[in-house]
């Protein structure tokens, strides 16, 4: 199970003077299970690539596929594909606009002609899978916190039940507790299974969870590896506008400065490990 994007080129606005080629011969694959990370610049065509995943945007006339398990995205099956790839897009709370969660969490279950009795099973358990507390279905969603109103969109996409999950940012906008509760949710929903796919613009949320890296670059894929492989091209990076997480820099100023042969680090738990491996052989002094 897949979801593969074949030569791939979209154009914002074609035929105009704003004609704008955000995507340039795109192929990328992305298998069931994977925990992925999308990172680029500003306006590099991060949107642009994950709305081809499940439809929002087609390819040019002629310029490229998209085939989710398989089949072929059409202007047919479209509606479909979208119930098994979720799509949550940036600040999705700007979405929410029902008397209650309840139902704006139900929302999406309207074109499934479920009765009362199924779409609140859904809804319930749905709003336990983001640990959202039963109590606040029936409140105003603008009642809640910025972090539950997030999660309270979130859970209107996972109501369907889709095997894919695409997320655009979803931790941006939150304080650091919200931004922890979404990649926490991210996480144990690829545990039971769940391929995700999120854009990020925090380099330390990437290395800390994703398990794969897509670098996009002028609507190009400029960088495709593991979190440990992409974050080692600090200088390539910095020449593409992006940064390397905070705990690399730390341990590379480190290397610099103490002249010790200390090896490449991308995420906390393994720089505090270092640290006391270097300690125990005494080679660092604390
Ligand atoms: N609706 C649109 N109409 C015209 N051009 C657009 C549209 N949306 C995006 N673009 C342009 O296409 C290019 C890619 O945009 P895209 O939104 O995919 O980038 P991004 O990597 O998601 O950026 P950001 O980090 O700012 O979200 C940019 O040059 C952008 O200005
Ligand atoms: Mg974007």
Redesign the pocket.
Known sequence: MSIVLENVTFTYMPKTPFEKTALNDVSLSVESGEFTAIIGH??SG???L?QHFNGLLMPDKNKGSVYVDGEKITKKNVRDVRMKVGYVF?YPEHQLFEETVFKDIAFGLKRLKLSDEEIKERVLAAAKTVDLDEALLERSVFELSGGEKRRVAICGVLVTNPSYLLL??PASGLDPAGKREIMKLLKSLNDRGMTIVF?SHSMDDVAENARRVVIVNDGGIGLDGTPYEVFKNRELLTSWGLDVPEVTKLFDDLRIKSGLDIPHVITISEGVKLVEKLKAEGRLKL
């Open positions: 500003t306006g991060k949107t642009t994950l940036q655009d940012e854009i």
